[in-house]
């Protein structure tokens, strides 16, 4: 029981942290971008920011997943198991 309920919190919580955690990265990557737009090597600073932000976002997608599978998952089961 303990099993089963892990996994649905953990899909749970996944699917509403990450998502959160990308919206507001794109958004800083935004601003960041319309900051550099005024610069003259605009285009090389563009990649740039384009790339660290896939690097981010995929390290960002590791923490979420370990973060939410061995913490915060495994708690919310025995939170909800062992309330009733």
């Known amino acids: 029981m303990i099993a089963i309920t892990n996994v649905l919190i953990f899909f749970l919580v996944l699917t509403v942290i990450y998502p959160a955690a990308v919206t507001v990265l794109a958004l800083l990557t935004w601003l960041r971008k319309r900051l550099v737009m005024k610069a003259e ?4 600073l563009l ?3 384009d790339e660290s932000t896939n690097k981010l976002k995929d390290q960002l997608f590791i923490i979420v997943i370990v973060v939410t599978f061995f913490v915060i998952a495994p708690f919310l089961a025995l939170l909800f198991v062992f309330n009733k």
């Open 41 to 44: 090597n605009r285009r090389e």
């Open 47 to 49: 990649e740039r920011i």
